[in-house]
């Protein structure tokens, strides 16, 4: 089963893998994103991620919810980020997906509230 959880923690904290070898493992070529209503395509996600990983001391991303039915897939986490000048933040994530055949995101809208650190 296709997890954003593996595929965020790879993409932020993947020290071993680049972000373009972490996005074809994870999101199709055409791979949509709209994070509160904002949607992006798969080349600003990338940038998105190449600018925030040297950032990033530590994540940590606890499910709290997640399933998945043929090419449907709902999850809701909260995740955890340490800066590396050791600020913290922390949000609470709904989103729901579309996967591939190949079982990869293809597209995905999610709600993103703060929580206190």
């Known amino acids: 089963m296709a997890s954003i ?3 965020l923690n790879e993409l932020i904290a993947g020290r071993d893998v680049t972000v ?3 996005l074809t493992r994870h999101f199709t070529d055409s791979y949509r994103q709209s994070t509160n209503g904002e949607w992006i395509d ?4 990338g940038e998105q991620m190449t600018q925030l990983r040297p950032h990033i001391e530590n994540v940590e991303i ?3 919810d997640e399933v ?3 090419s449907a897939y709902a999850e809701r ?3 955890r980020v340490t800066q590396r000048g050791g600020g913290v933040a922390r949000q609470e994530v709904f989103l729901f997906a579309q996967l591939a055949d190949d079982g990869r995101f293809d597209s995905l ?3 993103v509230r703060p929580l206190p650190a």
């Not at 798969?42 to 996600?45: Q, S, T």
């Open 109 to 111: 809208e999610e709600l």
């Open 20 to 22: 373009e070898d972490a």
């Open 77 to 79: 986490h909260v995740i």
């Open 62 to 64: 606890t499910v709290l």
């Open 42 to 45: 798969r080349a600003a996600f």
């Open 5 to 7: 959880a593996a595929a």
């Open 68 to 70: 998945s039915q043929g």
